[in-house]
């Protein structure tokens, strides 16, 4: 028979690596939690007419299609199947889909649920998204995503307070982090003043090659890009920017001050970026005019986090929207929302090694099993530690000392409680610590009080 | 534009239904910590290799099957096409498909991973599993399975750990509950002694219905299935088994004195009952011969839960087995599992409405929002209060007040807080109760308390 195994790009979780990825999910739960944020959940499978046409061409055969069930053949005509039309047998093979990202079924349901959600609404939602991605390291064609947004509401309030759980979430994990801040605003302004609105991409791609090339080759880069030398000469300050926040800022200021949109852009960074100061984030925060991601998407504030003391791209990301629902016909609810990369959160803390001894703690104490009579002994004692919460197991056999001792160590038990023939005529527990080798003979409320103290 | 819409049979999960469903998670998860399980999870989609043949024919044709990427008619000529042989096309079309349960994919993490794996091995896994079934009121498509299992021991004490677990959950949820057990070896002992061993799903079927048919009926039945006079005549006592479990295991003994297997049957449920004495089981314990779920399936103790106060199916049930991985050539590993229905108990706990009013707490209290100036003086008190683990929320615009005290009524945030310019020059917070409407003018510290001891 054949080793079974699993799809390329997916993995199964080991219960070590289950414990962790709970202690990051309910970090980032408790979080969005204590900032009023509501989870909902959306199923696995979508229809395709609600994926297909939302994340390009190059999406659309990213999708994971299900094929129809029962006679899926039965709509379809021998020409049709003999033509071999990829694509359009496809729609008529198939009209569900695996969930590609949260957004657009978040879109969805805030259209199907419209009237049952008092507005502004704070959801946050955390699962597994599929995409037909070649896989390779690090990339998957199953991951979780975990998104809080936002909708209804176009205060900047709302940034700040996505800025906010972002700083209290890696602060609760320990990661040191940056979070890069720009805005969709700043960048049309920028193309606006030098005339040249369709190059803003390659503005920003080229700036932000200035540590590596120089300023000559990045005004190369921008020429060849077919930038006019009069603009480049506009966008010096803009490439050399530099400084605290403020200072850039001030800069961004005269250099825009014809751009009634940069200068608004402007204004909305002072206003996040002062409203931040009062709130006391721990965060670096860093106005980076080279942020662009989802550019097309992004009307507003544009947030990204780098880990600083691990080598990776952008752990987390997210900005300002309008328009969330306009695809399914409910125009006018603009959002803001960010995306915790769970999966590079995993890495970092992996890396930095930050979980703490409590979230990837199992079974405290092992039982060791002696025959029928102890077993009938040792329940009632079991059950008193977990009522006191304690984490217990019975070996379930009395198997040979060895053998339950090696099981204790594999599964990382850190003690054991031996009791055979005189510990049941003292009512004691010789409590054994796996790690030091030390044994004690305690009764049974000083064994709780022990692992409960550990 | 068409309003958008979700496969039939998947079910979006509002915000108070998520909350009601992690209160359900949560804790049967903590149950299985507190007894050493061990989280594992597997990708939603398995190889079909893996999936095919598992659960019969009717199951294969119950699995979602995944359209393999790219150019998915490449390897199948036009013969085979438009010869329409579904299932063959399907194996061409389709190397994926859906997890149909947690047992075969558990099953194939057991093979994968057993040189990490140290046996006996307890394990639980809630994930979703998906059917195409037909939909209907109470059966979905995509829908929650949590399974627990301990595979490699034969031990007994397996099978009362199992049920004590099973007690601790519903005690934890306030339901009452009678669990059910049987024994497939006496099922099989009775089967022996009659000469009919072929017969015994028409025995139970049959005894099943005494209460509602009576005696005569139920002989009649027997009958009617081709079980000759004798053996319905040694089968009387066993039909009108009644009393205590005790009195039942004594008549049984009796009874099936002559069949090992039926004898070992009794004794292994015997020792069960009188471990579970031990550990003061709350729930009803009842043996009930009738009990006969995945009789191909299991070999030893059969289980099965019913809610006392709700008119609804099974709520829970797993048993014994032999062999989980023999399907992937790995041989002797039994086991024993129980399975909880997320669905079933959701809708009990729904009817009895026994959530603890802190499963369903939200945001605790709403600042509202009069300006920019309040805005700066409420961002720092918000976070000192969230440092109290308080979820708050502040209205992000300065709305009309009708309209913010709307969003805290229809959110059902119990408190409003309320500051304006006299408060922020007392330095204190009007709190308004939303339940009573009462109103009081207290300090920070104060609110933190009031809110705590909610």
């Known amino acids: ?65 299900i094929l129809n069930s029962g006679d899926y053949l039965k709509d379809i005509s021998d020409e049709e199947l003999t033509e071999r039309n990829i694509n359009r047998l496809a729609t008529k093979l198939s009209e569900k889909g695996l969930r590609y990202d949260l957004t657009v079924p978040f879109a969805r349901y805030v259209v199907m649920h419209r009237n049952e959600i ?95 090339i120089g300023l000559e080759k990045v005004n190369e880069e921008l020429a060849s890009k077919g930038i006019p030398q009069k603009a480049i000469d506009q966008l010096q300050p803009i490439i050399l920017l530099k400084g605290t926040n403020e200072e850039k800022l001030n800069t961004l200021k005269t250099v825009l001050k014809d751009s009634e949109t ?62 969330l629902t306009g695809i ?38 092992l039982f060791v099993n002696f025959g029928d009579r102890e077993e009938s002994y040792i329940l009632p004692l079991a059950m008193k530690m977990r009522q006191a919460n304690i984490a217990v197991e019975i070996y379930p056999e009395s198997a040979k000392m060895n053998k339950q001792m090696k099981y204790a160590d594999s599964n990382k038990i850190p003690f054991v409680a031996i009791i055979g023939e005189s510990e049941m005529q003292e009512d004691k527990i010789t409590l054994k610590n796996m790690e030091t080798g030390e044994q004690q003979l305690v009764n049974l409320q000083e064994c709780i009080n022990k692992l409960n103290n550990q």
Not at 330 to 339: A, M, N, Q, R, T
């Open 262 to 323: 940069g200068i608004k852009g402007v204004e909305e960074l002072e206003f996040i970026l002062n409203k931040l100061k009062i709130t006391r984030v721990r965060s670096e925060l860093e106005l980076d005019l080279t942020l662009a991601r989802g550019l097309s998407y992004y009307t507003g504030a544009i947030i990204e986090v780098k880990a600083l003391d691990v080598e990776i791209g952008s752990i987390t990301g997210g900005g300002r929207y309008d328009n």
């Open 118 to 212: 008092t507005f502004p609404f704070r959801r946050f939602q955390i699962q597994p998204v599929w995409r037909a991605d070649r896989p390779q390291k690090g990339r998957y064609r199953e991951f979780f995503q975990c998104d809080v947004d936002i909708v209804g509401s176009d205060s900047l309030l709302n940034e700040v307070e996505i800025i906010q759980i972002t700083d209290e979430v890696f602060n609760r994990f320990g990661v040191r982090v940056c979070i890069k801040l720009n805005n969709r605003k700043i960048l049309s302004g920028i193309a606006e003043i030098i005339g040249e609105s369709d190059k803003i991409v390659d503005i920003t791609v080229a700036i932000d090659k200035l540590d590596k």
């Open 328 to 365: 399914f016909g409910l125009k006018d609810v603009s959002g803001i929302g960010i995306s915790f990369g769970a999966d590079r959160i995993f890495d970092v803390l992996n890396q930095l090694d930050l979980y703490p001894r409590d979230s990837t703690k199992g079974t405290q104490i």
């Open 1 to 65: 028979m054949a080793q079974p195994s699993i799809p390329k790009g997916t993995r199964d979780f080991s219960p070590e690596e289950m414990a962790k990825r709970n202690y990051i999910f309910d970090t980032i739960r408790e979080v969005f939690k204590l900032y009023g944020f509501r989870q909902i959940e959306t199923p696995a499978m979508e229809n395709l007419s609600t994926l297909m046409g939302k994340y390009g061409e190059e999406g659309d055969k990213l999708l994971f299609k």
